[in-house]
């Protein structure tokens, strides 16, 4: 009995001694060639996975909602103006929009029967906004329909920097591996592999530029109308338009006058020379019968 309950006791520290560690049985040899091999899938993980979880970090740390963070805010109104004249008031925006900097676009004027319409876009600076939305609003007889909107992008923002920071890195880890020498293999692939990620880097950076744009500069839609009635009364009577219409139609009588001549000129000849040719012959049958 005492030598069962020694053989168990081997047996049991045997056990424990072979899972205490499972890789040892691993040889040191083959414990270095998978280091060695894992080693590049280390290190990609640790430029992705590391990165990422860096940029979560970031982002959570430095909230959208944090007082300390720039925030990115694109604003965009429109407006619907009833004026009095819609020609003058456009002029007028125009002249507006020369002082604060601010540029129109998509100008389009259109006659109805008895009246004007309009529709402009203004691209003012983003400080601006509000400002121009009063008064734009105080040129107009009354107010049709007004809208503005504000879009949050700040995290958006935050997100696509993050992004391009870490695809620079991973830029500047492929020219050091061109840098270096090797197979030919190994060059195609990290030439390749960076023709990629500039691309990226390109792509974002137009993504973070286009967002800039759109901060610094907010987008106001102008609709304008008028009054039926007014534009009838303004353009009722006008003495330069009357002596304009009455010059082309004077023109246009003396040109078909004169196209009338020369075609009774050059086609009425014969039937001339019939009516001569019978009065002749009844002038001659009325002297015989004399």
């Known amino acids: 009995m005492k030598y069962v309950k020694l053989a168990l006791i081997m047996l049991f520290l045997l056990v424990f001694s072979g899972c205490s560690n499972p890789f040892r049985s691993v ?9 060695m091999a894992m080693a590049p899938m280390a290190e990609s993980f640790n430029g992705y996975g590391g990165e990422t979880k860096m940029m979560a970090d970031a982002i959570s740390a430095d ?4 007082p300390e963070v720039d925030r990115k805010l ?3 109104g429109s407006l619907g103006l009833h004026v009095e004249d819609v020609r003058d008031s456009a002029k007028g925006i125009q ?7 601010a540029t129109v676009s998509d100008l389009n004027i259109t006659r109805g029967e008895n009246s004007y319409s309009g529709y402009l876009t203004l691209r003012v600076p983003a400080e601006k906004f509000d400002s121009s939305m009063e008064s734009l609003k105080g040129m107009a007889l009354y ?22 920071e870490s695809k620079q890195k991973e830029e500047e880890r492929y020219l050091n591996i061109l840098d270096t020498s090797g197979t030919m293999t190994e060059i195609l692939a990290a030439t390749q592999a960076l023709s990629n990620v500039q691309y990226e880097i390109e792509r974002l950076k137009g993504q973070i530029q286009s967002y800039d744009n759109q901060v610094s500069y907010s987008t106001i839609s102008v609709s304008l109308y008028e009054d039926e009635n007014i534009a009838t009364t303004s353009e009722a009577w006008s003495p330069e338009s009357t002596w304009h219409n009455a010059m082309s139609d004077w023109v246009a009588f003396l040109q078909g006058s004169v196209d009338f001549v020369i075609y009774l000129a050059l086609f009425g ?8 040719v019978a009065w002749v012959l009844i002038r001659r049958r009325d002297k015989k019968r004399k």
Not at 63 to 66: E, I
Not at 269 to 276: D, E, K, N, Y
């Open 74 to 76: 694109i604003k965009n």
């Open 63 to 66: 909230s959208a909602y944090s």
């Open 95 to 101: 002249v507006y929009a020369d002082t604060i900097s």
């Open 27 to 35: 040889s040191v040899g083959s414990a270095g060639e998978y280091d």
């Open 143 to 164: 107010i049709e329909s007004e809208y503005s909107n504000t879009n949050d992008v700040t995290e958006a923002y935050m997100d696509l920097e993050m992004r391009l």
């Open 269 to 276: 000849w014969p039937i001339v020379l019939l009516v001569i």
